[in-house]
Structures are given as structure tokens and as C-alpha cells.
């Protein structure tokens, strides 16, 4: 142990040639004495500039056994004196802001890495072992690599009490240093102090500061969660009720609210529906494709058929056309899709693009199934903004894949365009950029994509050269500023599920949920999307497509059954609650198989659905039970999608469920596939047609509409579909990439197609498109 003498005078300071920070003199100094900045890659960071300490260095002979964190001591060898003290109205002997203030000296001094770790393990050898009975699952601190247990009490003079345990000595020695910072402290001190405030204790073995960082987050966010509810208790107010989840062991499901019971019910259908299901898919030869997003008794028994009729497929938008010409490849004669329109629309075309006109496809009502993104796009205002875009050459519209092929087609002739989506945007639009300077991006329909990925951009000029490079090699922070500058967005379109995401909920996830893992789809509004990019940054959220949620809590889930140890797992639903049967499908899957083996570790795993709390409604018990009601307690609970009428819409936030996606039932479903194939004329308004209009320029809207489409897969030319799992799919172009400063990006090694280059620098003048055809 090193024993070299600790010196907190002012000139030790400033003055360090560590990597992990340096300590500089405020360049706009106070007259208030012992004010100091933090300087780090990101820039400065003022630590508690409301803070006035005076330090008095300890005596020369001072052992480094008399630490700050020397149990049941004041270390003598340290004299602060701290006033001006804004977050606090009372006055203690040792503020916690001074005692971090001597942590941060101490290791300051501390030039070495080595040194600064061996310190570290010092303060875990101090730490008190936390009582076993306090090392249970509602005291883990998740988000954490190794095991973190944390207690908190306050006690009888209202201060908090921390006690604190790993399985890790490093990670134990940052608890010890928080624990002597914040134990006994008043609950006001304790919330005041922010992860930022912790930066320059980052220490640890070079390269491991971003988990380093996220272990002082975790932690000191789970101290933070819990003194307010202490706070909360004992000023008598009343526990806010929690979300509704669903929690997953190896051995079965339980419902925690009347929601996600609703959702739970169908997660076991019934073996003759299923069974009837597949008989008839089998006899027909029907293919089925459908989005993450179906009502959960469609998805229960689709997922259930599966593993008797392989030509069932449940994803995101992206793939649901491509897996229609795998099927018919493979021989199926009618597609049944479960989406909205323009989801039926893109098979047939794809279809017939692949030479599969002879197979029908078949949409689940015999309505209109819209889409509020979709309508956004179909709009003379979306029209006007396109009008707009040509006007500026050069320009390339990016097109967000859930729009109709009609909106496709008339943009196309407007404006060079390629579709895009939500796992893919940002590498596009970083790639066109890359491939036409000065290039102008429209994007749209949806307004909250577009404000994120602008977010998004704008978080990238903060990183370096070096890490943007990874991102995209043909990028720096003078390119992406570049790009900012000619990026625009659409300020008019929104997906009505991920748009209820507002306030209330956001509220409460900081309040009840803060230590969760978080997840949100990239069409949420800016609230949700900057608590997900938070949780993000700490390794505990992702924010992305369906499919990106999906693999992230899979992913968080065999890192726990790797660990073979017992976990809980809280996992936070930031989109459309029908994700849940996939989810539900996925987990189950990886927990029967560690179940199956030897000495496996109980690992459970919830879902929580961040809904409103006006998501149910009451209704007379004379009403109809039907496929979307549920009875309990005695009532007839809708499961309506509505504003404060079902499904977890309300006014004040939380719409978890898309009531267009919702008008694909089973009943549907069956419908169609019993009437095939000699009853057709039953079906007339089931069947997805083909377009047989023109664009204004003369040209068929069925190909043109195709053309963004395939401009995309050009891109990701290369791409190979795993399909060895029907609930899994990868790509190898792309890769997920984790940055300290950086947010969910996709790394693709392809480019633009040449011909969609080429219109884009050979527009004509009046801005019209060069012809596609």
C-alpha cells in the first residue's frame, strides 16, 4: 500500500499529467477563495460553485492510514472551513461538498494510476461488510457490472444512513467514498449532489473510465431514489402507486396491475385456436407477416403456431416485405399481413418487384388501417415541405419507411428520396452527407425522429475526431456541424402512440424508475428520449428501433445468466405495449435454457409498462365482454385504445398501445384464411391492391414507390438476415456502438446507390427530379 504522504495544499491542485482529469484554476476566478473548475475531454465542469472551502494542508508526517475514509474519524490531518452554501439551509460540521473536496484533493495528489487504485481498494478494506440480511434483490443496484448492494435509512434526527457492499473491491471502494461523503448527511445534501460533481474521481484502470463513471451514477441515482421516498414517508405523503408490469421467471408470468393482466391473458392461448390457426395456414399454404405492435392475443397465438407452421414472422416494418418473398419462395401461395395499410401496400409491391405477382395479399380488415405517421406524409402541407426541399439542390429527402407507396412515389418525383428506419436513420443520412457535400437532408414525416436525430448530431460535436471516425470514418466534428446546418426536419408529424409519452410518465420514471433500464423507441418525444439517452450513457437504456429494444433486453438478460447469479432485472417500455409478447417470448426462451442446467441462478425479469393512470376505465358490468375487455374485481374493464378510455392512452401520457394495429384481430385473421382460396369475392375489400395510378410525371406509382425502398437496400447491400430464430434478427452490416459521449449509432460499411447520387446532383433547375424511370 502506498504510504506516501497525502498533500492537500492549493498548489498540489493544479498541477497533474493524468489522463483521467486535470484540475485547472478557474480562468474567471471569484473573489471567494478555494473556487476551482474540473477540466475534462467534454470540456469544464464547475464542481459546487456556491461552495467556499479553506483548506489548511495536513503536518508532513501525516500516514496515509489517517484518510478521509478512516472509520469513526475526522481525520485530524484535514481542516476545511465551508460556507456560502446555496442547496442547504442547515448548517453541519462537515458538509458533504467539503468532504468531497478532500477526495478530490487526496487523489489529485495521486499521480499514478496504479496509486489511485490502490488507494481505492484501501477505502474498500475500510468499508464496513453490510449485514447479510441486507444483501437481498430489493436492495441491488442494477446497471452496475458487478454486484452492488445498498442500503438506506434515515434516521431519528432526519439524516440519511447509507451502508454498502460488493462483490467487486473496486467497486466496493467507491461505495466506501461515497458512503464517507453523504453518510449522516441532511436529504437535501444528498439530492444536491450530481454524478458531474463526481467526475474526477473516475478512477480506475486506463480504459475502464466509462464503467468506473456508470458505477458512481448507478449508485449515487439509487441513493438519490430512495431519500426521496424516505423524505416522502416521513412527511406523511401517500406511496404513488407503480406502473403495471409483468414479471418473467423460468417457472411462469405474474401480472402486477390490472394492465398488464389484460396484456398476460393472451400470453397462454388456447391450444384449438391454435391449433385451428395452423391447420388452415398448413391446408392453404398461407404466410403470415405481422409487426411487434398486434394485439396480444393475435401475437400469443401467432407465437404459439409458429413452432408448427414456419412460415409465421413477427418484426418490425423493415422486414415484413422481405420475409413475404422468403415465404413465397419457399412456396406459400396468399401473404396474410397483420399491419397497417402501408405495410400491405409495400408487400404486394415487393412481390411483384421479385416476380411473385401471383400471390395474394391480404390485409385484416375490410376497412381503412391507417397510421398517423403515414396521414402526416399524405397531407398537402407534407407536400409544400417537399416543394421546399427541391427548391435547395442539392437535396435528398429521407423518407421514414412508414409512409404509404403513394407519399413514396409523388416524393421521389419531387425530390431524390430513400427510405429510412429508426435502426438505420442516422447512418444514412452520416453516409449521404459523406457522399454529396453540402448536401440538404430533409427528413420526415415524424417531428420527434427528427428532433432526436438532430439531438443526436448535436451530442457528436462534442466528441472527438478520433471517436467520430468510428462512427463513421468519413466524419469529424466540422463535418457534423456542417451536417447540422443543413439538416431539416418535418414539423408536423407524429405516431400517436410513442407522441402520449409526456409528461407524467416522464415524471414518474424519475421517481419511481430511476434505477431501472430504460428503453425508447427513437420516435418519443423529447422528454422520454433525453431520460432514455441518460440512462443510455450509463449502460442502462437504448433507445432505437423495436428490434433494438428487443436485443438490448435479451442481451441484459444472458449477461445475467452468464453471471449465474441471482438478479432482478426491471426493464422500462418506452413503446407500443404489444412489443410485450416478443419479449415475453424471447426471455422465456433464455430462462427455460438455463433452467435446464445444473446450479442455474434464479433470475426474474419485469417488464414495466409506463402507462398513464387513467389507462383503464370502469364500465357498467351490462357491457360487452369483448376480445379487448378483461373482468376483474367485479368490473368490465375496456381495452379500448382512447384517449383515458383503454390501453394505457391518456391525456396526461403513457398511449402504450396503437389503436390501428389493434384492428388486426384473430377473428380477422381466420376470416381470410378460411375463405381462400375459392371465396375471393368475399374478400374484395381485404385484398391489398396494386396501384394502377400515375405520378404526374407519367410514371406507375407501384414502381416509382419502390424505388426509395430499394435505394435503402442498396445500401445495405451485404446485409445477411439470421433466421435461425424467428423472434432474432441481425444484420452483419450494421453494428451497435457504445461511446462514452456518444448515442445509438449504426456503423455500415455500404453506400448510396450511383443512381440515387446521380439524380441528386442532376436536378434540374426549378428543382424538379431528374427522371426516374
Given amino acids: 500500500m502506498d504510504s506516501a504522504t497525502i498533500r492537500a495544499s492549493s498548489s498540489s491542485l493544479s498541477s497533474s499529467s493524468s489522463s483521467f482529469f486535470s484540475l485547472l484554476p478557474n480562468p474567471n476566478p471569484s473573489p471567494n477563495p478555494g473556487l476551482f473548475s474540473l477540466r475534462f475531454p467534454?470540456?469544464?465542469?464547475?464542481?459546487?460553485k456556491s461552495i467556499r472551502c479553506i483548506q489548511s494542508p495536513p503536518p508532513d508526517s501525516a500516514p496515509s492510514s489517517q484518510s478521509p475514509l478512516k472509520p469513526n474519524s475526522r481525520s485530524p490531518g484535514f481542516s476545511f472551513s465551508c460556507s456560502a452554501v446555496s442547496f442547504s439551509p442547515s448548517r453541519t460540521s462537515e458538509l458533504a461538498s467539503c468532504k468531497l473536496g478532500r477526495l478530490i484533493s487526496e487523489f489529485r495528489t495521486l499521480e499514478e494510476p496504479v496509486d489511485r487504485v490502490k488507494r481505492l481498494l484501501h477505502y474498500a478494506s475500510v468499508l464496513p461488510p453490510l449485514e447479510e440480511s441486507a444483501r437481498v434483490a430489493g436492495n441491488r443496484v442494477m446497471g452496475c457490472t458487478a454486484q452492488v448492494w445498498l442500503e438506506v435509512k434515515m434516521d431519528g434526527e432526519g439524516r440519511?444512513?447509507?451502508?454498502?457492499?460488493?462483490?467487486?473491491?473496486?467497486?466496493?471502494?467507491?461505495?466506501?467514498?461515497?458512503?464517507?461523503?453523504?453518510?449522516?448527511?441532511?436529504?437535501?445534501e444528498v439530492l444536491a449532489l450530481k454524478t458531474d460533481d463526481l467526475a474526477a474521481l473516475n478512477v480506475g484502470l486506463p480504459g475502464a473510465g466509462h464503467s468506473r463513471v456508470n458505477t458512481w451514477h448507478n449508485v449515487l441515482i439509487v441513493m438519490h431514489k430512495r431519500t426521496k421516498a424516505l423524505v416522502a414517508e416521513r412527511a406523511g405523503k401517500p406511496r404513488a402507486d407503480p406502473f403495471p408490469s409483468l414479471v418473467i421467471n423460468a417457472d411462469g408470468i405474474h401480472a402486477k396491475g390490472s394492465y398488464a393482466e389484460a396484456q398476460a391473458r393472451f400470453l397462454f392461448p388456447e391450444e384449438l385456436k391454435v391449433k385451428e390457426l395452423v391447420n388452415v395456414l398448413k391446408e392453404k399454404k398461407i404466410g403470415v407477416v405481422a409487426h411487434f405492435y398486434m394485439d396480444p392475443e393475435v401475437q400469443g397465438v401467432l407465437t404459439a403456431a409458429q413452432k408448427e407452421w414456419p412460415h409465421i414472422y413477427i418484426s418490425d416494418s423493415l422486414i415484413m416485405a422481405d420475409m413475404a418473398v422468403k415465404m413465397a419462395k419457399a412456396g406459400c401461395q396468399f401473404i396474410a399481413v397483420l399491419g397497417v395499410d402501408f405495410m400491405a401496400e409495400n408487400v404486394r409491391a415487393i412481390l411483384d418487384q421479385a416476380g411473385f405477382g401471383e400471390v395474394g395479399v391480404y390485409r385484416m380488415s375490410n376497412e381503412r388501417i391507417g397510421c398517423s405517421l403515414a396521414d402526416a406524409a399524405a397531407t398537402p402541407a407534407y407536400m409544400n415541405y417537399l416543394e421546399a426541399a427541391s427548391a435547395s439542390p442539392p437535396a435528398l429527402h429521407v423518407v421514414y419507411i412508414n409512409t404509404s407507396l403513394e407519399t413514396k412515389a409523388y416524393a421521389h418525383e419531387l425530390v431524390p428520396t430513400i427510405t429510412c428506419t429508426s435502426s438505420n436513420v442516422v447512418q444514412t443520412i452520416l453516409q449521404a452527407f459523406a457522399q454529396v457535400p453540402n448536401l440538404n437532408i430533409w427528413y420526415g414525416p415524424d417531428t420527434y425522429m427528427g428532433a432526436n436525430i438532430r439531438e443526436l448530431l448535436q451530442q457528436m460535436t462534442t466528441m472527438t475526431d478520433e471517436e467520430i471516425a468510428v462512427i463513421h470514418p468519413q466524419h469529424n466534428r466540422d463535418s457534423i456541424k456542417s451536417l447540422l446546418s443543413h439538416l431539416h426536419y418535418y414539423q408536423d408529424g407524429t405516431c400517436i402512440v410513442h407522441h402520449l409519452f409526456g409528461h407524467e410518465v416522464v415524471e414518474k420514471i424519475n421517481e419511481m424508475y430511476c434505477d431501472a433500464f430504460l428503453t425508447a423507441h427513437l420516435e418519443v418525444p423529447g422528454e422520454m428520449f433525453s431520460l432514455?439517452?441518460?440512462?443510455?450513457?450509463?449502460?442502462?437504456?437504448?433507445?432505437?428501433?423495436t428490434q433494438n429494444i428487443l436485443d438490448f433486453i435479451k442481451q441484459r438478460v444472458q449477461e445475467s445468466l452468464d453471471k449465474n447469479r441471482n438478479d432482478h432485472l426491471q426493464f422500462v417500455l418506452g413503446t407500443e405495449s404489444g412489443m410485450v409478447t416478443s419479449i415475453v417470448a424471447a426471455v422465456r426462451t433464455l430462462l427455460g435454457s438455463a433452467k435446464s442446467s445444473s446450479g442455474s441462478a434464479d433470475v426474474t425479469v419485469e417488464i414495466v409498462f409506463p402507462v398513464s393512470s387513467e389507462s383503464l376505465t370502469k364500465t357498467s358490468s351490462n357491457s360487452y365482454l369483448g376480445r379487448n375487455s378483461a373482468e376483474m374485481g367485479g368490473f368490465i374493464l375496456p381495452v379500448i385504445p382512447g384517449v383515458a378510455s383503454g390501453e394505457g392512452c391518456s391525456i396526461h401520457g403513457g398511449c402504450a398501445s396503437c389503436p390501428y394495429m389493434k384492428m388486426n384481430s384473430l377473428s380477422s385473421l381466420l376470416k381470410v384464411c378460411h375463405h381462400l382460396p375459392h371465396e375471393k369475392e368475399v374478400l374484395s375489400d381485404y385484398e391489398a391492391g396494386r396501384f394502377h395510378l400515375q405520378t404526374p410525371n407519367g410514371n406507375s406509382i407501384a414502381d416509382v414507390g419502390c424505388e426509395p425502398i430499394l435505394n435503402m437496400r442498396h445500401f445495405q447491400v451485404g446485409s445477411i438476415w439470421n433466421l435461425q430464430s424467428p423472434s432474432i434478427i441481425k444484420t452483419e452490416t450494421f453494428q451497435l456502438l457504445i461511446f462514452t459521449s456518444s448515442e445509438l449509432v449504426l456503423q455500415a460499411t455500404k453506400e448510396l446507390p450511383e443512381k440515387l447520387v446521380s439524380q441528386i446532383l442532376h436536378s434540374h433547375s426549378n428543382g424538379r427530379s431528374t427522371s426516374i424511370s
Fill in 42 to 48: 467534454g470540456g469544464d465542469l464547475p464542481v459546487f
Fill in 160 to 188: 440519511m444512513r447509507f451502508a454498502a457492499d460488493s462483490d467487486s473491491e473496486i467497486t466496493k471502494g467507491f461505495c466506501s467514498c461515497l458512503i464517507w461523503v453523504l453518510d449522516g448527511a441532511a436529504p437535501e
Fill in 532 to 545: 432514455a439517452m441518460e440512462a443510455k450513457r450509463r449502460g442502462t437504456g437504448v433507445v432505437g428501433s
